[in-house]
């Protein structure tokens, strides 16, 4: 099923337009996760690709793959070094306006009432978010975000808490819902000596169906790049 999802692909790597709801690591229960597709996403490898970053279930969008072992250690290097360009759009509940710059700070809590989430914490680890009101409608807020670091659940902590609008349909920091609106919109992945990897997800129905759609001429065709196979590493 996720071969129709293909945004980029090499020699390698692969980038995928994953869809919510989808696991990208197994869960507890054993359920059906990114790894049930990956067999099906070799294209003539024998080796099966392995994710370099994580999505959230419920966040749909750009999902990049390595191909080989040594593509995935230089590619793992790019999102520690802060060269990936990342680009999210959601949907929050609530008024936002104007632009600016999220820094604050993550740490995880959990209890066993509530399980583990994340909270601002000035002595956690350095998060920041750049962010762009697109639209506002109806007590929403159109948000595009450019992480500048990767902390687990680093845009929806900082759109409830920095913000004050959580995600909407975030099932930890807002009320909850049908669908969870945080789209991975845009990735870019500088390497040495070859192009850089650009994917482009398309906007997923369900921001269609809450009422937001981006302008037009502002989600750039998605390309899928030929390659000839090498030997594998």
């Not at 969008?61 to 360009?85: D, I, M, W």
């Not at 999210?88 to 209890?111: F, P, Q």
Request: hydrophobic share 40%; proline share 7%.
């Amino acid at each position: 099923m996720l071969a129709n999802h293909v945004l980029f692909l090499d020699g390698e790597a692969l980038v995928i337009d994953k869809p919510a709801g989808l696991p990208v690591d197994r869960p507890r229960d054993g359920s059906i996760s990114l790894e049930n597709h990956l067999a099906g996403l070799t294209f003539g490898f024998r080796r099966w690709p392995h994710a370099v970053h994580r999505l959230d279930r419920d966040t749909s969008g750009c999902l990049l793959l390595s191909r080989n072992p040594k593509a995935h250690a230089r590619l793992q290097q790019a999102f520690e070094q802060g060269l990936v360009t990342k680009r999210y759009l959601a949907v929050l509940d609530g008024v936002v306006e104007g632009e600016g710059v999220i820094d604050l700070a993550l740490s995880k809590i959990s209890s066993a009432e509530a399980g583990w989430r994340m909270k601002g914490d000035p002595a956690g680890k350095a998060a920041r978010t750049g962010w762009r009101v697109i639209e506002v409608k109806d007590g929403r807020s159109f948000v595009e975000f450019t992480p500048e670091t990767g902390r687990t659940h680093q845009i929806r902590v900082h759109a409830a808490e920095a913000l004050g609008a959580p995600v909407v349909g975030d099932p930890i920091y807002g009320s909850g819902g049908k669908h969870s609106l945080l789209h991975a919109a845009a990735l870019t992945v500088p390497r040495a000596g070859k192009p850089p990897i650009i994917a482009v997800a398309p906007l997923p129905a369900r921001f269609a169906e809450a009422g937001f759609t981006l302008p037009e001429g502002a989600e750039a065709a998605t390309v899928v790049t030929e390659f000839e196979k090498p030997e594998e590493a």
